[in-house]
């Protein structure tokens, strides 16, 4: 089954740097930028924000800004406010529907002796100390040495196969990779 995926190229430090920090500008800026994103979150969760207490992801993101989250049982509009401030603060380098790929690559990376997508590409690994998600979104974070090791894997086994579609994953993640590091910066990314 393939699910919705944005990834971010993107300053982790700058990125980092907006916990605890009250930031009313970039807060305003996302409102502004974003609305439509924030709108369709309260239209998806609408039920969770009203009838379960579950924030809604603009005061989710003020927030983070503000170092103090404050509903822990409800970590997916922390990280739906994450997706928000990655689109403002990042370059998209990825981006549509995606099947999780790790059946096609993971078989190739034991053979090459190189780590398992799921350490290549960081998931589960939140580049701030949010609320975990329990289902949707997943997040994962590449710091910038991690995408050079990124593109060195994907080297060493885009020759041990023929098949298309593992080219076309291995080209794509590839790409996200390297354009990070062009620009020395991480990763960050989310499946929805």
Same mark, same amino acid.
């Given at each position: 089954?393939? #699910? ?7 300053? $982790?430090?700058? /990125?980092?740097?907006?916990? +605890?920090? *009250? ?18 979150? #309260?239209? @998806? /969760? %609408? ?15 003020? *927030?983070?800004?503000? !170092? ?11 990280? #739906? ?8 603060? !990042? *370059? @998209?380098? +990825? !981006?549509? *529907? ?9 078989? $190739? $990376?034991? @053979?090459?002796?190189?780590?398992? &997508? ?5 998931? +589960? &690994? ?9 289902? /949707?979104? %997943?997040?994962?974070?590449? %710091? ?7 593109? =060195?894997?994907?080297? $060493? ?11 076309? &994953?291995?080209? %794509?993640?590839?790409?996200?990779? =390297? ?6 910066? +991480?990763?960050?990314? /989310?499946? #929805?």
């Amino acid at each position: 089954m393939a #699910y919705q995926h944005a990834v971010f190229a993107i300053d $982790l430090k700058a /990125f980092r740097d907006v916990w +605890g920090r *009250e930031n009313p500008a970039l807060g305003d800026d996302i409102r502004d930028d974003q609305a439509e994103a924030i709108a369709s979150n #309260y239209e @998806q /969760f %609408e039920e969770d924000i009203v009838q379960h207490g579950a924030p809604v992801v603009a005061r989710a993101m003020y *927030e983070i800004f503000a !170092g103090r989250p404050e509903k822990s049982r409800h970590g997916f509009q922390y990280g #739906y406010a994450l997706k928000l401030i990655a689109c403002q603060l !990042g *370059e @998209q380098v +990825g !981006g549509g *529907e995606l099947a999780w790929f790790d059946e096609l690559l993971d078989p $190739l $990376l034991a @053979q090459a002796r190189c780590p398992s &997508v799921e350490h290549m590409m960081g998931r +589960g &690994v939140l580049p701030l100390e949010i609320p975990r998600p329990t289902d /949707f979104p %997943e997040i994962g974070t590449v %710091e910038l040495g991690g995408c050079a090791n990124g593109i =060195e894997a994907l080297a $060493l086994i885009r020759p041990l196969t023929t098949d298309p579609t593992t080219l076309r &994953v291995i080209d %794509e993640v590839r790409g996200w990779f =390297e354009t990070a590091a062009k620009s020395k910066r +991480g990763l960050i990314w /989310f499946v #929805y």
